[in-house]
C-alpha cells in the first residue's frame, strides 16, 4: 500500500482524491493545515507528499521549502496558481513533479506511480551498493552482519524508510522486539549498537542520523 501525506484545505477535493487513489491501492492522510502535515512527518512514514501550494498559515511554496528540507520524500505540487514562477520556484525548492489544476485523477495515478518507480528505483541501486536484506539477515558489501532480533528489526525499518526521518514513536510501534512501552532511551542505547556495527566511525555516524526533537534518518 502506498501511503501518501495530502497537504490540502479543500476538503471535498481531499475526499475525492482519497476515495479515488484507494483503488490503486494508495491510502490517503490528509491534512488542511500544513504546520500539522509537517509536524506528522516525525510521527508517520510516508511514500509521497501531494502538496496544494494555497494553504492557510503558510504558503506552499514555503511548505515545498520545509518538507525539502527535512526529508528526500518524493513531492508533486497540486496547484490551481497559473503563475509560471510558481512552478518554477516550485521545481527549484525541490519538487519532484507540478500538476496543474484542475486535471484528470487518471493522470495524477499515472504521475504518483511514474514518480515512485523512478524514485525508488535510485534509491534501491545507491542503498544496494551497501547494503541487503533477505529472510536470512543484513548484509553489509556482501558480508551479513551479527545482529540481534530487535536490532535487525530496528535496522530492517530504518532502510525500508531511507531518507525519510522517524521518531521514536514510530519505531516503538514498528518493531515488534522493542514495543511502544519501550523508553526513549532503550532505542537510543539500540541505535547505538546498530552504529557499532555499521557505521565507518560510529563515534560521527553518518548512514544513521540523529535528528534533534524528531528521531532518526538512515541516509542512503
Not at 497537504?7 to 491510502?27: A, K, P, T, V
Not at 505540487?77 to 514562477?85: K, M, P, V, W
Not at 536470512?136 to 532502510?159: D, M, Q, V
Not at 515488534?176 to 541505535?191: A, C, K, M, N, P
Request: glycine content about 4%; proline content about 5%.
Amino acid at each position: 500500500m502506498i501511503k501518501i501525506l495530502l497537504i490540502e484545505d479543500d476538503l471535498e477535493i481531499s475526499d475525492l482524491l482519497s476515495q479515488y487513489l484507494s483503488r490503486y491501492q494508495m491510502e490517503v492522510i490528509s491534512y488542511p493545515h500544513p504546520k500539522a502535515a509537517l509536524a506528522s512527518l516525525g510521527i508517520e512514514s510516508y511514500d509521497l507528499v501531494l502538496l496544494d501550494l494555497t494553504l492557510p498559515d503558510m504558503d506552499g511554496l514555503e511548505v515545498c521549502k520545509a518538507l525539502r528540507e527535512r526529508s528526500d520524500i518524493p513531492i508533486i505540487i497540486s496547484s490551481a496558481r497559473s503563475d509560471l514562477g510558481d512552478k518554477v520556484i516550485a521545481l527549484e525548492l525541490g519538487a519532484d513533479d507540478y500538476l496543474p489544476k484542475p486535471y484528470e485523477p487518471r493522470e495524477l495515478v499515472a504521475r504518483i506511480q511514474s514518480l515512485l518507480r523512478r524514485i525508488n528505483g535510485k534509491t534501491i541501486q545507491t542503498s544496494s551498493e551497501m547494503f541487503r536484506v533477505d529472510e536470512n539477515g543484513i548484509y553489509k558489501e556482501g558480508e551479513l552482519l551479527p545482529l540481534t532480533r530487535a536490532e535487525f528489526e530496528l535496522l530492517s525499518l530504518l532502510i525500508k524508510h531511507r531518507r525519510q526521518i522517524i521518531s521514536r514513536d514510530f519505531i516503538a510501534n514498528n518493531v515488534e522486539s522493542i514495543g511502544w512501552e519501550s523508553s526513549e532511551r532503550s532505542i537510543d542505547v539500540l541505535i547505538s549498537r546498530i552504529r557499532q556495527k555499521v557505521e565507518p566511525n560510529p563515534k560521527h555516524p553518518t548512514l544513521i542520523r540523529s535528528i534533534r526533537g524528531m528521531g532518526y534518518q538512515f541516509t542512503l
